[in-house]
């Protein structure tokens, strides 16, 4: 079909998809002069917006195609009113709203995240469907008719082979390898080594070399490499393969962008941790840093990307705002899928599945951003750690022993460490979403906790709240350093020497140590810090807000360009 067939309709929906994977191209610039000449009403929602803040933010600094496509798009309809807010992130709530604009379209593509909604959780849609593609649109009377022309997509059958595509070869420091188009790259230094591989500096300064050990690289994971660097996604923080490499005519692995820092779980694992990487930090950074993790998450999936295994040790954290995606080549990538999970970070329906049997959905990476959330909002701890609960955290998990209460009656299980502060200094529709998520197990979609804690990070950065303990990574407690030249072991001394204690341990030994010393629950023997809770006013006044001024905050911080 050609374009003019769209006008037809007196207003069109249109899916951030357009600019994400149409700008700079002949159809996105006719799409405008289309709806430029007919005066159509245009419409979108919220998530329109928070895509692009993600895209500016996550893309290449270099390529402004975005910002360019996004003023092209805005400038005349803006200036002649027709561009429209739909004032809402979820799909399910956009799918109701768009039933009441009349002879409308919805314009999205084959790839759109919208796409996915819509087909995952089995959305009504009952406008008509338009899907954009690089040499054409059709247009679609129903969800059913869309879906018979755009099908879901089959597993690769890459998925079940087991052979490795490995020789006698190996390469190490001072080798050369060569890139698929011949280019040389000499081996300089190893900076780590893992169950996968290793990772060495080479004498080009701006990327790194990944060389797999023997037994890892198999059909699926170069096939899906392969994909990988002929999509060439760029961005400041994902490390993610710019070139296949090869030793001596053989497949070893893949060059990439150089991350830095330590890995967030590293970082979040309780106050001796945050202390040590990042002293001066407030509560305001560790929003900063989530943000931009969720950004790099939200930028993937529009790429048709799942990341899958979403987990604390896959990103590398050097400043609030400079943190990196690495790991990516297990990722799932059009129909090849991420062999790979963590389970404390998986949804429980996934438990026990072969990983590399099925393409995993947008709802499943829900639930692991989720738990990003809670984990780094909570410095390291997992929603589902308790005192006094069960034996195991996943019986914890299955039975949704989420031991935090909406009017904070009940301390009991949370485990020591001021812990309950943190939850209570949290604003009450971050509260209400976790607790949902977690103890009710209702699910959001990754957009609209990018949405809330985007929010919060606005209420920080404007000192919305009236208590300045909101304003502290560990609300409530109090730091103090000992002047002694060793650390002082009086109050662990049940606990080995260089041994540092874990936030599981925590819960398992709440006071402290098995002895049950009531000290802090969170210390590093190579520390001399200690923790204690002081006597401030701990009420909320700025955070206790009622659900529709919650609803009003949002509006302000994301009404986009105005509404007619």
Same mark, same amino acid.
């Given at each position: 079909?050609?374009?003019?067939?769209?006008?037809?309709?007196?207003?069109?929906?249109?899916?951030?998809?357009?600019?994400?994977?149409?700008?700079?191209?002949?159809?996105?610039?006719?799409?405008?002069?289309?709806?430029?000449?007919?005066?159509?009403?245009?419409?979108?929602?919220?998530?329109?917006?928070?895509?692009?803040?993600?895209?500016?933010?996550?893309?290449?600094?270099?390529?402004?195609?975005?910002?360019?496509?996004?003023?092209?798009?805005?400038? /005349?309809?803006?200036?002649?009113?027709?561009?429209?807010?739909?004032?809402?992130?979820?799909?399910?709530?956009?799918?109701?709203?768009?039933?009441?604009?009349?002879?409308?379209?919805?314009?999205?593509?084959?790839?759109?995240?919208?796409?996915?909604?819509?087909?995952?959780?089995?959305?009504?849609?009952?406008?008509?469907?338009?899907?954009?593609?690089?040499?054409?649109?059709?247009?679609?009377?129903?969800?059913?008719?869309?879906?018979?022309?755009?099908?879901?997509?089959?597993?690769?059958?890459?998925?079940?082979?087991?052979?490795?595509?490995?020789?006698?070869?190996?390469?190490?420091?001072?080798?050369?390898?060569?890139?698929?188009?011949?280019?040389?790259?000499?081996?300089?230094?190893?900076?780590?080594?893992?169950?996968?591989?290793?990772?060495?500096?080479?004498?080009?300064? /701006?990327?790194?070399?990944?060389?797999?050990?023997?037994?890892?690289?198999?059909?699926?994971?170069?096939?899906?490499?392969?994909?990988? =660097?002929?999509?060439?996604?760029?961005?400041?923080?994902?490390?993610?393969? =710019?070139?296949?490499?090869?030793?001596?005519? =053989?497949?070893?692995?893949?060059?990439?962008?150089?991350?830095?820092?330590?890995?967030?779980?590293?970082?979040?694992?309780?106050?001796?941790?945050?202390?040590?990487?990042?002293?001066?930090?407030?509560?305001?950074?560790?929003?900063?840093?989530?943000?931009? =993790?969720?950004?790099?998450?939200?930028?993937?999936?529009?790429?048709?990307?799942?990341?899958?295994?979403?987990?604390?040790?896959?990103?590398?954290?050097?400043?609030?705002?400079?943190?990196?995606?690495?790991?990516?080549? /297990?990722?799932?990538?059009?129909?090849?899928?991420?062999?790979?999970?963590?389970?404390?970070?998986?949804?429980?329906?996934?438990?026990?599945?072969?990983?590399?049997?099925?393409?995993?959905?947008?709802?499943?990476?829900?639930?692991?951003?989720?738990?990003?959330?809670?984990?780094?909002?909570?410095?390291?701890?997992?929603?589902?750690?308790?005192?006094?609960?069960?034996?195991?955290?996943?019986?914890?998990?299955?039975?949704? /022993?989420?031991?935090?209460?909406?009017?904070?009656?009940?301390?009991?299980?949370?485990?020591?460490?001021?812990?309950?502060?943190?939850?209570?200094?949290?604003?009450?529709?971050?509260?209400?979403?976790?607790?949902?998520?977690?103890?009710?197990?209702?699910?959001?979609?990754?957009?609209?906790?990018?949405?809330?804690?985007?929010?919060?990070?606005?209420?920080?950065?404007?000192?919305?709240?009236?208590?300045?303990?909101?304003?502290?990574?560990?609300?409530?407690?109090?730091?103090?350093?000992?002047?002694?030249?060793?650390?002082?072991?009086?109050?662990?001394?049940?606990?080995?020497?260089?041994?540092?204690?874990?936030?599981?341990?925590?819960?398992?030994?709440?006071?402290?140590?098995?002895?049950?010393?009531?000290?802090?629950?969170?210390?590093?023997?190579?520390?001399?810090?200690?923790?204690?809770?002081?006597?401030?006013?701990?009420?909320?006044?700025?955070?206790?807000?009622?659900?529709?001024?919650?609803?009003?905050?949002?509006?302000?911080?994301?009404?986009?360009?105005?509404?007619?």
């Amino acid at each position: 079909m050609n374009i003019v067939d769209l006008a037809q309709f007196d207003s069109l929906v249109v899916d951030y998809s357009l600019i994400s994977e149409f700008a700079g191209t002949s159809l996105f610039r006719e799409f405008v002069a289309f709806i430029n000449e007919n005066n159509q009403q245009i419409y979108v929602s919220k998530t329109f917006k928070l895509y692009h803040y993600c895209v500016l933010h996550q893309a290449d600094d270099k390529d402004l195609v975005y910002a360019n496509a996004m003023r092209y798009f805005c400038m /005349s309809i803006l200036n002649e009113h027709r561009l429209n807010e739909i004032n809402v992130t979820k799909s399910d709530e956009l799918a109701e709203a768009i039933k009441k604009i009349e002879n409308t379209c919805l314009i999205l593509t084959p790839r759109s995240i919208l796409m996915k909604r819509i087909r995952e959780m089995n959305l009504d849609i009952s406008c008509k469907i338009c899907l954009l593609y690089q040499d054409h649109i059709d247009v679609f009377d129903s969800l059913s008719d869309c879906f018979a022309e755009c099908k879901e997509p089959i597993i690769s059958p890459l998925a079940s082979r087991t052979e490795f595509l490995d020789t006698n070869l190996f390469c190490n420091i001072g080798d050369v390898v060569y890139t698929g188009n011949q280019k040389p790259i000499r081996l300089e230094k190893q900076i780590s080594a893992g169950a996968e591989g290793m990772v060495f500096i080479t004498d080009n300064p /701006s990327v790194v070399a990944k060389i797999y050990h023997r037994g890892m690289i198999t059909p699926l994971r170069w096939r899906k490499l392969m994909r990988m =660097v002929e999509m060439g996604i760029r961005s400041v923080g994902i490390c993610w393969p =710019v070139d296949l490499i090869f030793f001596k005519g =053989v497949p070893v692995g893949y060059t990439m962008m150089m991350g830095k820092g330590h890995t967030l779980g590293n970082v979040f694992d309780g106050p001796d941790a945050m202390i040590n990487n990042f002293p001066n930090w407030k509560r305001v950074d560790i929003v900063e840093t989530l943000i931009n =993790v969720i950004e790099k998450y939200l930028f993937l999936h529009m790429h048709d990307i799942v990341a899958g295994d979403i987990q604390m040790k896959n990103a590398l954290l050097f400043s609030s705002t400079s943190v990196y995606l690495i790991d990516m080549d /297990s990722i799932q990538v059009d129909n090849m899928p991420c062999p790979v999970g963590t389970e404390e970070f998986t949804v429980s329906d996934l438990w026990g599945k072969n990983f590399s049997t099925f393409l995993r959905q947008l709802t499943h990476e829900d639930y692991s951003i989720a738990m990003l959330v809670f984990s780094m909002l909570f410095c390291g701890l997992h929603p589902y750690a308790t005192r006094n609960g069960k034996e195991t955290l996943n019986e914890e998990i299955l039975t949704k /022993s989420f031991p935090y209460s909406l009017d904070n009656s009940n301390n009991e299980h949370i485990p020591k460490g001021g812990y309950e502060f943190i939850w209570k200094y949290l604003p009450e529709y971050l509260r209400i979403m976790l607790y949902n998520t977690f103890k009710l197990g209702k699910s959001y979609e990754a957009v609209y906790w990018y949405e809330a804690v985007v929010q919060y990070k606005n209420e920080l950065v404007n000192h919305s709240f009236t208590d300045e303990n909101a304003y502290d990574v560990f609300p409530c407690m109090h730091y103090h350093q000992t002047n002694d030249a060793e650390p002082d072991y009086s109050v662990r001394s049940s606990r080995t020497i260089n041994t540092k204690k874990s936030i599981f341990d925590a819960v398992i030994y709440p006071t402290g140590n098995p002895s049950g010393d009531d000290s802090s629950p969170f210390s590093s023997v190579a520390s001399n810090k200690r923790y204690s809770s002081v006597n401030r006013n701990n009420t909320q006044q700025g955070n206790d807000r009622k659900k529709d001024s919650d609803k009003g905050g949002r509006e302000g911080l994301f009404g986009l360009f105005g509404r007619k």
